[in-house]
């Protein structure tokens, strides 16, 4: 449940998450509603797709994760519906690696627990294993000119560019126990 009352439900069948207003309205906030629809696709409400969702945990802020078995990760929905992998495959491979960001691994993760310290525990069905991933830290939009690279501990960006690049817009968001703050700012090499 959220701050103003909404409650998140997590749609195993229909690979999507439903919010129901205090009122009693249900809309979809995220993934699709098709039966059978599933796959992987980052992206803003029914554009993202989910494998077989179970677990759902909300975090200071309005941040939602979500343990999408299938996918064999864990995803991040913020307030405005943009989800986003945590950790985990991209192609839905499952793993036992301990690590950061996608060199993570999973083997069908279904609950999730927060743990009011920044950090989540997710229960695997097939690993047999309950994980622990960290989720303060910086997370970065789009990806960088050549030479450089992002730190998602500390979240600055260091290196020397390497090739010519358009202006890029970027948004850095940070993540504490406490919520989320997003700054936003432009690369450009000449």
């Given at each position: 449940?959220?701050?103003?009352?909404?409650?998140?439900?997590?749609?195993?069948?229909?690979?999507?998450?439903?919010?129901?207003?205090?009122?009693?309205?249900?809309?979809?906030?995220?993934?699709?509603t098709v039966r059978?629809?599933?796959?992987?696709?980052?992206?803003?409400?029914?554009?993202?797709?989910?494998?077989?969702?179970?677990?759902?945990?909300?975090?200071?802020?309005?941040?939602?994760?979500?343990?999408?078995?299938?996918?064999?990760?864990?995803?991040?929905?913020?307030?405005?519906?943009?989800?986003?992998?945590?950790?985990?495959?991209?192609?839905?491979?499952?793993?036992?690696?301990?690590?950061?960001?996608?060199?993570?691994?999973?083997?069908?993760?279904?609950?999730?627990?927060?743990?009011?310290?920044?950090?989540?525990?997710?229960s695997e069905?097939?690993?047999?294993?309950?994980?622990?991933?960290?989720?303060?830290?910086?997370?970065?939009?789009?990806?960088?000119?050549?030479?450089?690279?992002?730190?998602?501990?500390?979240?600055?960006?260091?290196?020397?560019?390497?090739?010519?690049?358009?202006?890029?817009?970027?948004?850095?968001?940070?993540?504490?126990?406490?919520?989320?703050?997003?700054?936003?700012?432009?690369?450009?090499?000449?």
């Amino acid at each position: 449940m959220d701050a103003s009352g909404n409650i998140y439900v997590v749609e195993f069948g229909n690979q999507a998450i439903r919010m129901i207003t205090p009122a009693g309205v249900v809309t979809t906030f995220a993934g699709n509603t098709v039966r059978y629809g599933w796959g992987y696709a980052d992206g803003v409400g029914t554009a993202a797709l989910f494998s077989w969702p179970v677990g759902c945990a909300m975090a200071p802020g309005g941040v939602i994760y979500i343990a999408d078995t299938h996918n064999n990760n864990l995803r991040r929905i913020m307030p405005d519906a943009t989800v986003s992998l945590v950790a985990g495959s991209t192609m839905q491979a499952t793993g036992d690696t301990d690590c950061i960001g996608t060199a993570a691994g999973f083997n069908l993760p279904a609950y999730i627990k927060l743990d009011g310290n920044g950090s989540a525990y997710v229960s695997e069905l097939s690993g047999n294993r309950l994980r622990k991933v960290v989720l303060t830290g910086y997370s970065l939009s789009g990806t960088l000119p050549a030479g450089l690279s992002f730190d998602p501990a500390t979240g600055i960006i260091s290196g020397t560019p390497t090739t010519t690049t358009p202006i890029t817009n970027y948004t850095i968001t940070a993540f504490n126990t406490k919520g989320f703050s997003v700054a936003n700012f432009t690369i450009g090499v000449k």
